[in-house]
Structure formats: C-alpha cells, structure tokens
C-alpha cells in the first residue's frame, strides 16, 4: 500500500538549508503531522513530497516507488492547500471532478465518487455553487473532498484549519481525524499549531531550522521530549524552564533553583548523580504545579516559594503566573485556589513528572 | 458658511429637497470642485462637439453657407450609398485581420513573460513601439514595405521569391495595415494580459498539477478563465480602437488602392474635410458611433463582462 520514507532528505535555497538532512519511515495508514514553527521546514517537506518541490539531495520513496523525478500527477497523491485552491470559475462539482476527468476517468464512476465524497463530508446541497458562494468552512470541505475523490496513496494537508476561525477548528480536526479512520490511507498533515498536532497525529514529528527535533507518538513527546525545544513546544501552556545546579546535601542530590531547593527522588537518581555539581536546567509543565491546599493525591511533593504576581481564570482550572527569586512561571491549579495576586505561596511541584536538559546540549537526560 | 452651521441651521434641512441636500450639500459641494476641470475638459472637447455633431447631422452644412435642416436625409443616403458600405466591409475586414492575431501573441508573450522572465528591461522593450507615435510608426512600416528600396523586400528577392506588393496590393493592404498595428499594439496588450496573469494565485496551479493538468490544460481550463476580465477589457477597448483606424491609412495608402483600405474614418475625413459635406460626415459619424455601441454591448454580454470569478 502507501507508507512513505524520506531518506537523507536535504532541500538548499542557495546558502540556506531549508530542510537538513531529514530521516523519516511513515507506515502506511498513519496519521503523521509535521510540526514546528515558520521557517522550520515542514511545509518544504511535504511540498517535496508532493513534487512541487526539487530535492536537493536525498530520495524519497511512496510505497516502494522512489518519486524523486515523478511527476505530482502520476505520484497518485492529493494535497489540500493552506488556500484551499478552488477554481473560480468552476461549481464545486466541477472542482471535485477536475482531477478524474483529466485521468479520463468514466462520466459514471466520476459522479459516483463526487457524489461520494459530497456526502461523507455533508456538502452534497453545495454541488452546484461556485466557490465565492461559499464559507471558509464549506470550502475547506470541497478542498478536502477533491482530495478524497482521487483515492489516492496518501493525503497531504497543507496547514488546511489555518483560515477558519477558532471555533470551526475544533470541529474539523475531529472531522479530519474521522475522515482518516474511515478511509484508512496515510495522512500527512503540517501545522505550527501543537494542539493540531496533539490531538490528530498517529505520530508527531517536531521541526525546527530545518532540522528533525523528535519523532514519536503524542504521549510520549508530552512524557519525554528528546531537548529544551520539544519540550517548550508541546504542551499549553508551555513547560517552565529554570536554570538550575545539582547539589549534594547530606548525602543527598538536591536540585538547587537559588530560590527553591528540590530533592531528586529515587528513581531519578541514577541517572543524574553524574551531573552533581553542575549547571542543568530543569523543567516542570504547568499542570504538574499545584496549590499545596489541592494537591491531588499521590503526588511526590517539592515545594516553591513564590509569590502570585497574575491570576487567570479559566473556569476549569486558574492559571497563576509567580515569581521566585525573579523569575516567572506558571501553574495550572484548582479553581478552588484562594491564591491571589501578592499572595505568597509555597507551590508544590509534582517530583515524579520533571525534565532535566543539559545545559549546552541541551538535550533531556534520563 | 462653516460645515457645521450648515448642517445645524434648521432652516436649511427643512426648506431644501432631499436630492439638492444629497447632491449639492458641502461635502458634495467640494467633491463637484475636485471633479471641475475633468468635467470641462469633458463637455469641452467631447460631449459639446458630440452633441454639435449629432444636430450637424440632421443638416446640409457645408461650411460656406449657414447649415439648413433636412432631417434624416444624410441618413438615406448613406443607407444607399456603395461607398459607406465599402467602408464598414473594410474597416469590418481590418478589425477581423487585427484583433484576433493581436490578442493571440499578445496572450501568448504574456504567458512566455510569465513563465521565463520577469524581466522589467524586457518589459521595457515590449511596450516600445507602443510609445511611438502613430504617424512615425506607419512612415516607419511604409518604408520598410516598400516595393523597391524597403527592407522587407530587399531580404525578399535576396532570398530568391518575387516581391510582396505589400500596401500598393488591394488583396493584401488591409491585412498589411493590420500587421502595422499589431506590432505597434502587441506590447501593450501582452503587458496588460501579463498584469492580468500576476492575478491569479500560484497555487491554482499547484493543485492544478497535483490533479494531473498538462501545461496546455493548466492554460485552457486555468488561465484563461481567469483572465476573462483583463481580456474583456482588452477585447472591448482594442475593438473601438480598431474600428476607428485613420493615422496608418493616412500616411500609407490614403485610402487606396482602389477603396481597399477606404476605412469609415477615412471616408469621414474625405467626406469632411476634403469636400466639405459636414451633414454627411457627422451622420456617418453618429453611425459609426451607434455600431460601436452595439458591437460592445454584445461583447460584453458575450463575455459576461459584469461577473466576477
């Protein structure tokens, strides 16, 4: 069927890399999502992929075809646009068929298909309007379905929820997400939004400057990211960062904040008792930080002082923004919280979920 | 009178009309201003002389007597006159010989701009010929075609074929004057079609060839659709262009040889300042007009000017 390999892909404008030596096997049927901030890459990635791009170096294989010269008609993809990239002048009807009347596809297996598609996606009352009759979200589904009337090897997305406004978002991924299930082809989505990429990918793969950060499933880049940078970007709000040294104090190995001293628990200590002595920086999320009155049980507590300089509040949870020893962080605690701002509070960090980076490489150590 | 006196002085709201208070209140008072010396310019220089021309029809005008009413007379005979029609079957033939292979190299350097270069030097050189004047252009080209000593039919009989008679031909003076005018217009047009082109979003393409489009599908089923407006106004503006042809038939052939470039503005001009029947000239003028307005109202439908894609 359709898996996809990159293999020592590079893609060079002149002096810059735009894309540096990148290394990826999608298994058929996956949903995999690039993922990372503008610039990184990923939208170059699956443009290569698609054949609107050149490879500068490197090969990439659909199925066990190398496409690097295929032409992207006979590559047997489909994209769908940032822009959706309907044709004016033609009835969304005619913009689904377009691709298969090209193939010279018969009149009847067309109109089945359309028909098809229009209904999976519940456009089937828009068949005969043109484009600029429709909403942002109706035409993001005639995107989608010229897409899904080629049956094709894999489905490209091209950042496909960026023009629709938050609330329409949140419906399509689901959308999207059951669209990929019941038509069993591979997925290749790009975003820069994480939230996307959490909730949608089989897999996620997280770029940056061109280069492939970590690959892995959502649960375990939000359990252990590889370095400093994954672990910022995955995750909402994002983890707190603090530059830290490892102390010995009476035997044992303490995390020392200057404003906080945290004890390393058991299970962590073999791996950083080589690190004693030095400078670290550690990581903690926000909803692993909690209000000493409503910490939830089981919890290996180690406490910050801090004081509450903003308070949010979310409804289901209130967002603390404090201040230890001058820098500031968040927690995401119990909306019973009585915290408010100018409040001290001695805040309780969750010891059993935290991050440790080295601090030039800064690379997770576990 | 400030603005605010104006507007808050309740005399004035309740004695004027609602049309003068849309029409003529301060604000509209300073926009007739900005729009005052294109508006002269226009009733000056056209819409009095139209008007003028038009009851100059109806008359016997020949500048030496005063002119005296004769009704639709001018309009008879014109009906009945072998020289008018000659003159609408030419004029007819030119617009025939020189829109269509205009507009087409026109589209098609666009396309090559588009696709090859940006180049603005090459721009540059596209538009040139537009920047002649039309008389140097035709006294240009009435060289060049000349029989004996112009340049074309030097490399002609150099080659070993017989001369091309060019403009002294009745078969081929029409479509000479065209090739004129196509090469004097071709730049222009294709750099309006190449701002046309700029219009449509890259990525129609992309999708176009993801769905399987050869170049030439991406072109018929892509392009041009979407350049149905620039060439509305293209098609629109070049036919009334060439219909009224005058400047390359007055330099060149004056009308010859034997009526075969005779066009409806040469007559005109014959018929007005040659032999004075300024009734007669303005009625052709009136239907020259008329004809013009039809042949774009059809146009336009055809086209659908007035949609968008």
């Known amino acids: 069927m359709a898996s996809v390999k990159y293999e020592h892909v590079f893609k060079r404008y002149g002096e810059v890399i735009a894309v540096n030596d990148f290394n990826i096997d999608v298994a058929d049927k996956e949903f995999l999502v690039f993922v990372g901030p503008s610039g990184c890459g990923k939208s170059t990635s699956l443009r290569m992929l698609a054949g609107l791009e050149e490879i500068s170096e490197g090969n990439i294989y659909i199925g066990d075809r190398l496409v690097n010269d295929v032409a992207p008609k006979d590559r047997d993809i489909a994209m769908v646009f940032q822009s959706y990239a309907l044709y004016p002048h033609m009835s969304v009807y005619e913009n689904m068929a377009f691709g298969l009347k090209l193939r010279k596809t018969p009149k009847a297996e067309i109109d089945r298909r359309v028909k098809e598609a229009a209904q999976i996606l519940g456009i089937e009352q828009l068949l005969g309007r043109k484009p600029k009759q429709l909403s942002g979200g109706q035409r993001q589904r005639v995107a989608v379905g010229r897409a899904i009337v080629r049956e094709p090897k894999v489905f490209l997305l091209d950042e496909p929820l960026s023009n629709l406004d938050a609330k329409l978002r949140v419906q399509t991924r689901a959308e999207i997400s059951k669209l990929h299930l019941r038509l069993g082809t591979t997925f290749i989505y790009v975003t820069h939004d994480q939230t996307e990429a959490m909730t949608m990918g089989t897999r996620i793969a997280v770029m940056k400057d061109g280069i492939l950060h970590q690959i892995d499933t959502p649960q375990t880049l939000y359990d252990r990211p590889a370095n400093v940078f994954v672990a910022g970007f995955i995750g909402s709000p994002a983890m707190n960062f603090f530059d830290v040294r490892l102390t010995t104090s009476d035997g044992k190995l303490v995390i020392d904040g200057g404003s906080f001293h945290l004890d390393v628990p058991t299970d962590r200590l073999k791996a950083l008792q080589p690190y004693a002595g030095k400078g670290l920086v550690l990581g903690i999320r926000p909803e692993d930080l909690h209000d000493p009155e409503f910490t939830p049980p089981g919890v290996v507590a180690g406490h910050i002082p801090s004081e509450v300089d903003v308070t949010e509040l979310m409804g289901s949870a209130v967002n603390l923004y404090l201040l230890s020893g001058g820098k500031q962080f968040v927690a995401i605690v119990d909306p019973r919280t009585r915290a408010r701002v100018g409040n001290k509070v001695d805040i309780v960090a969750n010891m059993g979920n935290f991050h440790i980076f080295d601090k030039q490489t800064e690379q997770a150590i576990r | ?309």
Not at chain 2, 85 to 105: C, D, E, F, G, M
Request: hydrophobic letters at 55%; glycine letters at 6%; charged letters at 10%.
């Open chain 2, 1 to 309: 009178m400030s603005i605010k006196t104006a507007t808050m002085q309740p005399g004035y709201s309740q004695t004027q009309p609602a049309w003068v208070k849309r029409w003529f209140n301060p604000e509209a008072l300073t926009a007739w201003l900005f729009l005052l010396p294109s508006l002269v310019g226009f009733g000056v220089f056209y819409a009095v002389p139209a008007i003028r021309g038009l009851t100059v029809s109806f008359t016997n005008w020949d500048m030496l007597q005063a002119p005296q009413f004769v009704g639709l007379q001018n309009y008879a005979r014109l009906i009945q006159d072998p020289d008018f029609w000659n003159a609408l079957k030419v004029t007819s033939l030119y617009v025939l010989w020189n829109i269509p292979i205009q507009t087409v190299i026109a589209i098609l350097l666009a396309v090559l701009m588009d696709r090859l270069t940006h180049s603005s030097i090459l721009r540059g050189i596209l538009v040139l010929p537009w920047l002649m004047p039309n008389v140097v252009v035709a006294l240009l080209w009435l060289w060049l075609m000349d029989p004996t000593l112009g340049f074309i039919n030097v490399v002609v009989k150099g080659m070993g074929f017989q001369t091309i008679p060019f403009l002294g031909s009745p078969d081929l003076a029409i479509p000479s004057i065209a090739l004129i005018n196509i090469w004097r217009h071709m730049g222009y047009t294709a750099l309006l079609i190449f701002a046309g082109l700029q219009t449509i979003d890259r990525s129609l393409y992309e999708a176009g060839g993801v769905d399987g489009a050869s170049e030439f599908q991406m072109f018929w089923g892509i392009t041009l659709p979407l350049l149905r407006p620039v060439l509305v106004f293209v098609l629109v503006t070049s036919i009334i262009g060439s219909f009224q042809i005058f400047d390359t038939v007055a330099i060149t052939t004056k009308g010859g040889p034997v009526s075969a470039t005779k066009v409806i503005n040469w007559l005109i001009y014959e018929h007005a300042f040659v032999r004075f029947n300024m009734g007669y000239a303005t009625a052709i003028s009136v239907v020259l007009f008329l004809i013009l307005v039809v042949v774009s109202f059809i146009q336009m439908r055809l086209m659908r000017a007035g949609e968008v894609d």
